[in-house]
């Protein structure tokens, strides 16, 4: 659904490199590269397996509506950002474990985040039911 990551991909960065994976997408009928962190590649994917669009299609939606003094990769991190806020609902932050009184573990987020420095190729997975290590409210 995206296009193959470039070879100036830095995905398994070395300390002061970055990590961010360049992509060439064509945005409004004109080619470009965008640099965006593994875990925004994997959300835009979602979003275009959700909304049966590609890659392009969204990113000149995004493009097209963006103000224009705003990075287009800024605006898509904003775009993705308020798409699935929108999604959120209370019920999926209770099977979550969101709302218990207890601040999110942050440790947790941030081995997810280690474990995804690659990107998904091809279908995206559904998002788990629940969090186990979570207790309910």
Sequence with gaps: ML???SKRLSANAAPGESN???RNV???GKRTSLRMEPQMWDALIDVCERERLT???VCSRIADRKEPEASLTGAIRVFLLS???HAATEEGHLRAGHGNGRLLNLD???ADTQKQMQPRRGR???PAAGNSSATPA
Excluded: G, M, N, S
Aim: charged share 25%; aromatic share 14%; proline share 10%.
């Design 3 to 5: 296009p193959p990551r």
């Design 20 to 22: 961010l994976v360049i």
């Design 26 to 28: 064509t945005v409004l």
């Design 55 to 57: 890659a392009h299609d």
């Design 83 to 85: 798409y699935f806020r």
């Design 108 to 110: 947790e987020v941030f």
């Design 124 to 126: 995206a997975k559904a």
